[in-house]
Every structure is written in structure tokens, then in C-alpha cells.
DNA sequence: AATGAATGAGGATTCATTCAT
DNA sequence: TATGAATGAATCCTCATTCAT
């Protein structure tokens, strides 16, 4: 209604293709889905910041709970397939290793809100099941991986390195958005090795 | 609607030492926090389960984060106390990283509901805080056992490796839960495996 | 959400003759009336169900209670089209009154959404309206037969005998639809005999 | 009688003995839903009229429906209440059901508002669970007072001539109320006639 | 210390209805 | 004529929180 009247691009009324108000509405949810979670976004603000009705809202995403999967889906599609561009560039082991971690870091840096966004409210199931789909992409890219280099290794032992990939770097970007004094290069370095290591350790054993 | 339903525990009325009737508040919190969430767990609710008025779940605890917060603490404190036994139990090195790793495990198997409170509603900053905590405690044992054999790192390989290993196991935990075909054993096996291999990696960095 | 749920007779696009049109609108309309009542029902449903566009719906009824109406208005003249076709086929007396009630009967067996449909909303003034037009309706089969039986009575007689059976009517019939084990034979006796004496009561008084 | 807003006879703030409470709520939800009905009548206006807040309202009665059904009972209730006092000190047959009848109509002439609130709303199923009731307890009476007289009816007619005497009587009381012009001695003669003809009628098909 | 009555504020959702095309 | 995008305005309900007792 009143507050943030904020961005509303354009007074933007009527007769707008589907597709870009689908778009508008995206971004707004996202930026306050991010900005203040799930329960402390409303309807109200998500539709005053896109500028159209909270009934448009509803119309296009049935729920307060259709939007933010949406909006999870959307953003966390963005970052994966920039992950998997990285890695299908990349040579195989470590390099591609090395090249998904930094592209993982690149994200971090230039779109805090949309991480937030995605491990912000893991109340909501959308948010686990995001995980899950994480780890097993990164489980995949570890067995294609594996796989190049001939070598094997049971399902059990993939899975639970995508997981681990996962909730490390989770919790590793957690701490180094607070950190900022430490350099992403560096951070990058570490990453990587412990990845690194820590693939190879399971491997092992 | 949902008139006191719950189980209840005790009839329980008046003249009841203060850090009791704490306790039973708090099982019920956890209980019902660790059940539904944190938003869709009613101070009603909580209050009908443990038996009191919500009225004294203010004056014990001031307000519904308050409460959570306690509740998170509490449980928190149980799991770490659990590990740094274990932790302190143990020889250095590997063997101290397994018997952690083991404790870890062997708490979610027993105490799944509290796992879940634990780490069910992200989006409460009481959450962040407490992996924070554990990032540091674990950041500790691992500088306590480097210093033990000689060893020596940055301030940055420390703390990357206590939240890594922070984040990995929530990680890890969350998919072990939902896949308990794959024996506790084998879990320890790898995931002591792969938390030893990054360690050394990230000191080798 | 329930995009088009219901059965949606036909796929039904472009040029239909407006009649025909507005046939299977009301066919919705009476459905879904019937089925919901009339506040359950939205035009939203009725639109899809129909397999046009809720503008035209607007189009051509005006609003929700426009539509409501011509249902409730078309439903209530196909039964009464039955009773008097009933009623000018007998002979007057007892045998005319039998022959009403009989058809009403049949009708109720054969259209219990209608029937439904009529008496389902009495909070809308269109049933109150009905009513009144029944009884009308009722009352001057009423003084047609008495007229032919060259008796007199007067104006209220009439009227509160044409109310007395409407409403008798419908409560027997909400009765009866629920209690299945009745035959209908025995159900036309025992009111065509209790509406036979209570004209002749009134008629006395 | 009741009309005109805002009796609210009373600021009444804080602490007032559920009871009472209780009794003011159902007073200002038996006025508005009698005076727009219930859908036209909001939660938010009945609970201003009552001086209280929603939440209490739902505190009290758990849901709109929830409130609604209690109004209705408490109407039915204070009107059968009398028509059985009535009853029972009128000697049987004819002078009873005079007795009934005559009760009924002032009732109608009395609480007009009431009435409506009764018979408004037929979509609630609220209404025709109440007019089952109704007619139950008025084929009761009937079986006591040809027990009485030492006579004897099948179940079908006893059933049968509750459902017709209620739905008469609703349906009359409908037209009565809107003839004003019709003496209420009057009414009452013709309907009491009606209503013994029926019987009887009913009892010797 | 403990209760139960009471509140204020806000939030999601639904719907009839209307334009621009 | 027919559509589908868009709206505005209600409405129900829930909840954390506080007082009077």
C-alpha cells in the first residue's frame, strides 16, 4: 500500500505481455524475499513493488508459497547453470574443480540478495529440496568427473560427497559474506583444496 | 479449533519449582518447534502442550523468540557437550576426528526431532547464530589437535575449516536422515574419511 | 488452481448462435448453483464450466445475481410449465389435485439439482420472489377449481391456502428426497390427501 | 424494536463474565445476520456492534458458522421453547394445536428479526438441520396427542405431517408477514383449520 | 506466581467486475 | 462479438502479546 514505494519502474498499468510481468514480479519477490524472508515479505509489498495487485499475483503463481518457489527455482536455475557452464569449459579434475568453486565465489560476490533468497527460510521446504537438487547435480559432475579419469566408485560415495559440496559451501559462504576482509582469491584457493581433498579422501575409503 | 490438543504431558497445575516448570516448557517447545517450525508452531499450542498459560511462557521467557532461542540453546548445548566429550575423550588426530564424527551421528539417530529444530528454520537468526557458535567450537578442536602435533594456520584455514565442516554435516546429515539404508558405519567411514582429507588439504593450502 | 476444473461440455469457441450460447451458460449456471449454492459458486467455475469467458457471462447477464436469476427463473418455469399442463389435463377436484402433486413428485425424483437450485438459497431475494409466484400460481389453481365447483371464498382463504401448499411443498420434498425409502406412491397419497383436507378446512373456517 | 445502530449500551471494556459476554455477542449476531443475512453481515461489523473485538468473537465461537449456528439455536431455542409451553397446557386436539398456532403467530408478530434470522439464510445448512429439528419436535407433539386420544399413525404419516405443518407454517408466516392487513386473529383461524384438516387427512389416507 | 479474558494489527486469499485489444 | 489481463475491495482468520484479577 504505502511503504517502499520503491523501485515500481514504471507506473506500468495494463496489457503487458505475460512473460516480462511474469519477469517483474520475479524480481520483486526475489528482492524481498531476500532482503526479509519469507513470513516478513507480504503479498502486499511483493505486489506494490511490482506494481501491479496482489490479485495479479495470485492469478499468476496461485500462492504466497507458488511465488517463492519461483522465485527460489528461478534464481537457483541461474546459479547452476553458470556452475555448469564453468565445468563443461573446464578440463576435467582439478582444473574444473577449481573453475566451478571460483565461478561459485563470483556468484557470492555479485548477488548476495538472490543467496539469501535461496538459504534464507530453509523452513520452507522449497529450500531443502533445492539442496537436494544441488547435490545431486554436483554429485553428477563428480561421477562424470570420475568417470573421464576411469576411475569408480559406489553411489553411496557420490552422494554423499554432493552433499557434503553442498553444505560446506553453504555454510563457507555463510561465513566468508561476513569475512569480506579475506580475499576471494584466497578463499578460492581453500575451497578448492579442501574440495579437493575431501573427494579424494572419500574416494579412498 | 484446536482446543489443548497435544498430548499434554501432565495435568500439572501450580507450585511447581521454577526450573521445572522451565524444563517442561521447553520440551514442549522443542517438541512443537522441532515439529512444525518455528511460524507454524502457535504460542497456544506450546502452551496447551506443556500444560501452563501463555501468559507464563511470557514471564519465563518474554517472547516467542525468546523461547525459541532456549530451546536451540538447549539443545545445541546437549549435542556439543556430547561431542567435546568425545572430542576430549579421544587421542589426537584421526582418532579424535572419528570419535566426534561417531558422537555426531549417533545424536542424530537418537534425536532426529531436535536435529530438525536445530536446523529447520534457517531463516531465524538465532539459526545462523548457533552454526556460527558450532563453526567455532569445531574451528577449536581442530586448532587444539594442530597445536598438539606441532602443527600450524592462519586464522583463515581455522575458521574456512570449522565452517566447512559445520556446513557438511548439516548437509550430510540432512540426506543420511532421509536414507537410512546406508548403515551408520559405512556414514562414519566416509564422512570421517572426507573430513580428515580436507583438513589436510586446507593446511596443505 | 482449479484452471478450468468441471467438465466444460464442449470445447465450444466462436460463433454460436446467442441462444444456444446462453443455454449452456444457464446449463452451468444451474449445475454449479445447484450443486454449491450460490455463493460457492463463482463465476469463475460457471465461466469455465461453460467453456466461455467470464466477460461474456457480464455480457449477457449483467452480473452474478442477473445470472442467478434467469437459472432460478427458467428452472422454476419448467416445473410449473409441468404442473399446469398437469393440472388442465384433469379433471377439477380431488383428481386435479392428484395430478399436481403427482407431476410435483415426479419432478423432484427426476430433477434433484434443481430442485436444489430453487430452494437451495432462500437468503437471495430471487427465492423469496419464486415463492411468491408459486403460490400465486397455486392459488389461482385453487380458486380456478373452486369456480368450477361453484363455491366462493375469499381472497385470504385463497392466498393462505396457495402459501400453505407452496410451502408444505417444499419442506415435504426436503423431507422426502432424504428419506428415499419411501415410496413415492405412498408419499403422493399422504399429501395430495393432507392438501385436499387443509383446502377444505380453510375453506370452512 | 432493535434497530437502529450502535446499542454497544455499554462501554464495556475488560472483564465481564464470559457468560454475559457471550449473551451480547449472540445479541448483535442475531441482529445483523437477521437484518442483511449472512453473508452481507461481517465478522468486523458484528463484533463492533458487540463492542468487542474479532478475535474474540473467534475466541467464543471459533468461525463465522460457528457464530451463525449458535444464533440460530438460541432463536429456535426461545421460540419452540414457547410453543411447548403452550402445548402442554392447552388440553390435546383441537384447542393444542390452536394453542401452537396462536403462540407462533405472536411470536412472528414479536420478533420479526428473529424470524428472518431463522429463515434467511436457507443455504446454511445450519437452516435446514434447524427445520428437521423443528419438524421432529412438532411431529412429536402430534404423536403425543393422538396417543392421547387413544389413536394410532404409521411413522410416515407422523413424519410427513411435521415436515408439512413446519414448511406451512414458515411459508405462511412469509406471506402473513408481508400482509399486515390480514388480522392476526384471522390468520390464526385459518391456519389452526388448515392445520387440523391435514391431520386428519393424513391419518385417514 | 499464575490465570484467562481481551486485544490490535496484519496477512493471505477470493471475487465480482471491467478494460484494452 | 469475444477475450484475457488486470483491478479494488472486502473478508475471514490467526497470532503474539498484555492486563485485570
Redesign the pocket.
Known amino acids: 500500500m504505502n511503504r517502499l514505494a520503491e523501485s515500481r519502474t514504471v507506473p506500468a498499468?495494463?496489457?503487458?505481455p505475460?512473460g516480462e510481468?511474469e519477469e517483474r514480479m520475479l524480481d520483486a519477490g526475489e528482492r524481498l524475499f531476500g532482503e526479509r524472508g519469507f513470513?516478513a515479505?507480504?503479498?502486499?509489498?511483493i505486489a506494490g513493488a511490482s506494481?501491479?495487485?496482489?490479485?495479479?499475483?495470485?492469478?499468476y503463481f496461485?500462492?504466497?508459497?507458488g511465488l517463492y518457489e519461483a522465485c527460489v527455482e528461478r534464481a537457483r536455475a541461474r546459479l547452476f547453470r553458470q556452475l555448469e557452464t564453468e565445468a563443461s569449459a573446464a578440463r576435467p579434475g582439478r582444473a574444473r574443480i577449481r573453475a566451478v568453486v571460483t565461478a561459485y565465489f563470483a556468484y557470492l560476490d555479485r548477488e548476495r540478495a538472490s543467496w539469501w533468497l535461496l538459504y534464507g527460510d530453509a523452513s520452507m521446504s522449497a529450500v531443502n529440496e533445492m539442496r537436494r537438487q544441488n547435490a545431486e547435480v554436483v554429485s553428477r559432475l563428480v561421477a562424470d568427473d570420475l568417470k573421464t579419469a576411469g576411475g569408480t566408485a559406489s553411489r553411496d560415495q557420490i552422494e554423499l560427497i554432493g552433499n557434503l559440496i553442498v553444505g560446506s559451501g553453504e555454510q563457507v559462504a555463510r561465513w566468508w559474506l561476513e569475512h569480506p576482509e579475506l580475499p576471494r582469491r584466497r578463499a578460492i584457493d581453500l575451497f578448492t583444496a579442501a574440495t579437493e581433498a575431501a573427494i579424494a579422501g572419500v574416494l579412498r575409503a
Not at 41 to 45: E, N, R, T, V, Y
Not at 51 to 59: D, P, W
Not at 62 to 65: N, R
Open positions: 498499468r495494463r496489457r503487458m505475460r510481468r513470513r515479505a507480504s503479498m502486499d509489498d506494481g501491479i495487485t496482489k490479485a495479479l499475483l495470485y492469478q496461485g500462492s504466497k508459497e
